[in-house]
């Protein structure tokens, strides 16, 4: 509900589908491109087309690789799902520049622009390079782009745009939601590490750090969920990062006595390795989405105690930044 006394700076802004739903269908779209992605380096066929821009010489669009070997079919396809993941974010970036009156929320979304632009050249030039390092990069940026439009959803969400009626974080439930955020983020980077350059302290690190992500996790929705007056969708974000977390662990003990003794040796690889994997690959991109969910969320619903008289937004939602803009 709007606050009808706010004066126009304080105003909520008003619910817009266009841009919404074109972050809702980026996010989409890219949520299987990274189980593809995932595949082709599960599968070690990340150098089975050598050459980029050109597909064995041939434009990509026009290349025909139904009847090539699976590991062409498999990176080619990718490349081909990547080229359509970027023209929806182009659709992204007229949707936001057309509907969305915040500066800020223009910039982002040129952000994401941006990133799968810098995504697709990280791709050729792992091929072109032949580099592990910049594979792992590459994997490491696709779920940062992932998260940037699940964020873009929240910003252009009902929840977001509604009158908040932030109240006082008593329990630090912002600084839990960073700090589940930030140790996601990391175990992101360490999966990378362990996936494409493999190593047993890596391994064992990245367990350790799991099992903590959950603990966390496991606290962050207990204080959402006993806070009063209750924040439902912060909690519900925070239940989904906690479920998330939970079936993280389960796939990555698999993968993890999939991989032992992690000595990088090349192996054949079954389709439930893959899938077990890969979905583990995947997964840790949906949770990371998912603590940024929660933390916006946090930060949108609890902020310093308000001034007399006011009950509007807090000092760090970007809603103010918009009537600033
Ligand atoms: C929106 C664009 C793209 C996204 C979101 C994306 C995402 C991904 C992801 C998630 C992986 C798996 C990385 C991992 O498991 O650590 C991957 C692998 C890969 N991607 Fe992309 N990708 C995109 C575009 C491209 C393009 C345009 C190319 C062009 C060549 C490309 C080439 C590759 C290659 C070669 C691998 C395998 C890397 C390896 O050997 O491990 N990608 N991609
Ligand atoms: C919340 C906790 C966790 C998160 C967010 C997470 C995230 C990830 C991600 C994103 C990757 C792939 C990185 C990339 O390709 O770019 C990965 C790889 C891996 N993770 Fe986790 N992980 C978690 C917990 C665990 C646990 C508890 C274990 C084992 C007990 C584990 C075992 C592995 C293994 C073995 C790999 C390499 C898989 C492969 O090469 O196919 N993970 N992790």
């Known amino acids: 509900m709007t606050n009808p006394t706010a004066t126009p700076n304080e105003r909520p ?20 491109l990274l189980y593809v992605g995932g595949s082709v380096t599960t599968y070690r066929v990340g ?14 669009f026009t290349y025909n690789f139904w009847d090539a070997p699976f590991g062409v079919q498999l990176e080619h396809s990718h490349r081909l799902y990547g080229s359509a993941v970027g023209v929806a974010t ?18 982002l979304a040129v952000a994401a622009l941006a990133i799968v632009i ?32 699940v964020a873009l959803a929240t910003f252009t969400g009902r ?21 589940t955020l930030l140790l996601v983020a990391a175990q992101i980077g360490l999966g990378a590490v362990l996936r494409h ?50 079936l993280q662990i ?34 840790g991109a949906v949770l990371l989405a998912a603590s940024v969910v929660a933390t916006l969320r946090a930060f949108r619903h609890f902020g310093p105690a308000a001034k007399p008289g006011s009950i509007t937004s807090p000092s760090t939602s970007p809603t103010d930044l918009e009537a600033v803009a």
């Open 197 to 246: 350059f493999s190593g047993r302290h890596a391994a064992y690190t990245h367990a350790v750090l799991g099992v903590a992500i959950l603990g966390v996790a496991a606290h962050l929705f207990v204080k959402a969920k006993r806070h009063d007056p209750p924040k439902p969708s912060l909690r519900s974000a925070a239940r989904w990062v906690e479920v998330l977390a939970g």
């Open 13 to 32: 802004l008003a619910y817009r589908a266009a841009p919404h739903w074109a972050a809702v269908l980026a996010g989409v779209l890219t949520l299987p």
């Open 47 to 60: 150098m089975a087309v050598p050459d980029w821009p050109r597909t064995f010489g041939e434009n990509m």
């Open 118 to 149: 810098i995504q697709g050249l990280l791709g050729g030039y792992r091929v072109r390079l032949n580099s592990t390092m910049v594979a792992a990069l590459h994997g490491c940026l696709a779920q940062v782009f992932f998260a940037l439009t």
């Open 159 to 179: 929840d977001w745009l509604s009158d908040a009626k932030p109240t006082p974080d008593a329990k630090g439930v912002r600084g839990l939601a960073v700090v």
């Open 90 to 107: 182009i659709a992204l970036c007229v949707a936001f520049f057309a509907f969305d009156k915040r500066k800020w929320a223009k910039s």
């Open 250 to 283: 389960l796939l990555g003990v698999v993968a993890f006595v999939m991989l032992w003794p992690f000595d990088g040796m090349p192996r054949p690889v079954t389709t439930a390795q893959a899938a077990f994997r890969t979905l583990h690959q995947t997964n």
